[in-house]
């Protein structure tokens, strides 16, 4: 469970920082890992398909989660950017500029 976790929120911050082929090589790593805990635990071969595969999947759903974030907050982003004056808003302001002069 804690291996989950820990996959889910790599995957989520490469996802901040990086493109998708980081994915490549920290899958590398964490099938490695799981492997290595496995045949220390002396797991049966079905549980270590099942971790390496669980490992790698969760890891690719914290990158789409990351992914989703990263949107989020650029979308947060442009809403707070000045937007240019419609065609109606200009009108408007250069009325009022020529009412106060």
Request: proline residues 3%; glycine residues 6%; aromatic residues 8%.
């Amino acid at each position: 469970m804690i291996g989950a976790l820990f996959s889910f929120l790599v995957g989520a911050a490469l996802a901040l920082r990086f493109r998708v082929w980081a994915l490549l090589p920290v899958s590398f790593v964490a099938v490695i890992v799981s492997l290595t805990y496995g045949i220390i635990q002396q797991d049966a071969v079905l549980v270590l398909l099942g971790r390496v595969v669980g490992v790698v999947v969760v890891l690719q759903l914290g990158y789409c989660f990351g992914l989703l974030s990263r949107h989020v907050m650029l979308l947060s982003r442009i809403r707070r950017l000045p937007r240019p004056a419609t065609e109606d808003e200009q009108a408007a302001i250069q009325r009022l500029e020529s009412a106060s002069h």
